[in-house]
């Protein structure tokens, strides 16, 4: 299966396996989530759940999803329906993420990317 990962998490896009195709943007997970929205508006379908893991939107700042490389003629309506509702869901949450020391924001780099990875893995298969 095609894919790419979209994320704002500097460790993926840092230490992704080579030829994995990493679209890294700078800013908010809502940003990332809006980002997502719009590549699936033109076709392309979530292949990773928006707020994978245990982390709650307003704990960590970084989010990286898997969405299919191609797209398609039409929305997968599915996918709109998800990344909606997370934007919906962070947008409840107080970020936090600003008073965080840069241990706990490498640790939460660290939880995104083996989230990713796994995510990646099981898209190799």
Known sequence: MKYFVLTNNPMVKEKAAPGTDVRFQKGSIVQILEAASLLVADGHSLLTHPLSGSVKPGETPYKSMLLSANAAQ????????????????????????????????????TVDLALIEGAIDSAER
């Open 74 to 109: 039409e929305v997968d309506l599915a996918s709109a329906r998800l990344v909606a509702s997370a934007i919906d869901a962070c947008t409840k949450f107080v970020d936090k993420s600003h008073t965080y020391s840069a241990e706990t924001l490498a640790d939460l780099q």
